[in-house]
């Protein structure tokens, strides 16, 4: 009998295994790696291009063309200015109302996606790439300037509801000058797992390790721009809310990371929040702890003393952590206690200020290592008693 009891209890188990095992193996269907011919390096047939103009919808392999698109060869110039190339000869120009697409096949279904690429804005101020895979679509900005290369790399994603889908990427410009519009490259993709709860936390993903795809010799970190709330985030279940402005998402080989391999540098101040919204009860109290410091790029913090502050928020409460950076890394941690007041408790995270580094770019704090816990008040002893 109690044996009975043992396999009944068993098998669900083994199933539920088994399911893991097989959604393991199905998300791994398609490689975590570079999208074919994602860096443009295999070329256009020469009678499809005239100068830089590609002539041919289909005159790039693996990608279709439509509008205006260019063909750029590193060390070609813009006037004076030379337009580089990040990785390897050859990058793309969209240029009005251009696109390229590619037709990504052998995903599984329901499973969420993450695309990264990286671009250049060429002579206009700002610019906005139309990222689309079948309904869901993002505006990302292509403003800023992040990384002292002047290239930034982007990161998107979706859900997958069918195995084979199409990529776009539209160039919203309107430029007077058709050859101003943002340079492309180096496209790839990356399965994201589903955040899991971590024990002894009410956050998933609290440690940022599950993340949007980074080229393995890339310095610059990968920006995750602001997103509509209803689509799924590369960080998810963490989102990045701003009009126009990104957080940094840095490894642990070029940056400094308080824990395990990844975290988020905040490089936007008061203009980003880094958001997750939690189930909590009503009147129940809760602790929320996490890591603020420097990632150890050179960015210095703020004003003579070098500090950066990061706020952050959750339900009526507040707190400000401040880090003195020497641009060498390092971290302190921050704690928050406070009450719910609603069934869902969003988790705010924001840098209060503005940082540039020597070469210009934009830098922050870094934030990793969140968690959440509920406080569990001590009752005195005679109604613990009288509970029992
Ligand atoms: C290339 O463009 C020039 C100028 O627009 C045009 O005169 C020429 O015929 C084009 N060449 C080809 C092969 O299409
Ligand atoms: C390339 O296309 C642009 C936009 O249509 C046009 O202005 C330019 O003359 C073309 N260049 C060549 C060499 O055909
Ligand atoms: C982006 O592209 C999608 C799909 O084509 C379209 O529905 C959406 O309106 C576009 N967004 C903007 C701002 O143009
Ligand atoms: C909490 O959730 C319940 C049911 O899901 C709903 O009826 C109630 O209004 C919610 N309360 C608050 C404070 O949001």
Known sequence: MGREIEMVLRIPRTLAFLAVCLAARATSAIPDAPLPNGNFEEAPDKSQLNGTNVTGRHAIPHWEISGFVEYIGSGHKQGDMLLPVPEGAYAVRLGNDASIQQRLAGLTRGTAYSITFCAARTCAQAEQLNVTVATESDVLPIQTVYASSGWDCYSWAFKARRSAVTLVVHNLGVDEDPACGPLIDSFAIKALHPPQRAKNNMLKNGDFEEGPYMFPGSPWGVLVPPMDEDD???????????????????????????????????????????????????????RLQFAAGAAGDGCAGDGCAGSMVVQAYAARGSVKVTYQSRGKGGFTRGVLDFTAIANQTRVVFESMSYIMKTDGTLCGPVIDDVSMVTVHIRRPARRLLQNV
Do not use: C
């Not at 590369?234 to 642990?252: E, F, G, H, Q, R």
């Not at 080989?253 to 101040?269: D, M, W």
């Open 232 to 286: 799924y985030s590369p960080l998810s279940p963490w989102m990045i809310l701003s009009s126009t402005k990104s957080v940094k998402y840095v490894d642990a080989a070029h940056y400094k990371v308080p824990r395990g391999t990844h975290a988020v540098e905040l490089v936007s101040g008061l203009e980003t929040a880094l958001v997750q919204d939690v189930p909590t009860v009503p009147g129940r109290q809760y």
